[in-house]
Nanobody, 125 residues
């Protein structure tokens, strides 16, 4: 199982970035996935998660990104995305995608089984 993230980079405050996380080696179409981030000197924190339900997709966001970030999935491509708008300097961090062997999402990083290598997002003021 391999998760490969892309889309990080340097952006000015107020700008946007779209992160992608492509999974291979396993079909995750019914499993929950999430994004976490870790800033220098800080612990890894939850950003967003998505679970696929019979009625569609169920999403959940950290308060710090609610209204600015959007998580989505393309099950046909086994890929999860994080659209980040109105970026702030405090969003600067390494962003990690993760998948768990459950249909339900969770905000605890310990509940996820597979992780990407991380992609750096730097927001300048």
């Amino acid at each position: 199982v391999q998760l490969v993230e892309s889309g990080g980079g340097l952006v000015q405050a107020g700008g946007s970035l779209r992160l992608s996380c492509a999974a291979s080696g396993h079909t995750f179409s019914r499993y929950a996935s999430g994004w976490f981030r870790q800033a220098p000197g800080k612990e890894r924190e939850f950003v967003a998660a998505i679970a696929i339900t019979w009625s569609g997709a169920d999403t959940y966001y950290a308060d710090s990104v609610k209204g600015r970030f959007t998580i989505s999935r393309d099950n046909a491509k086994n890929t999860v995305y994080l659209q980040m708008n109105s970026l702030k300097p405090e969003d600067t961090a390494v962003y990690y995608c993760a998948w768990r062997g459950s249909y339900y999402y969770d905000i605890r990083s310990t509940e996820y089984d597979y992780w990407g290598q991380g992609t750096l997002v730097t927001v300048s003021s």
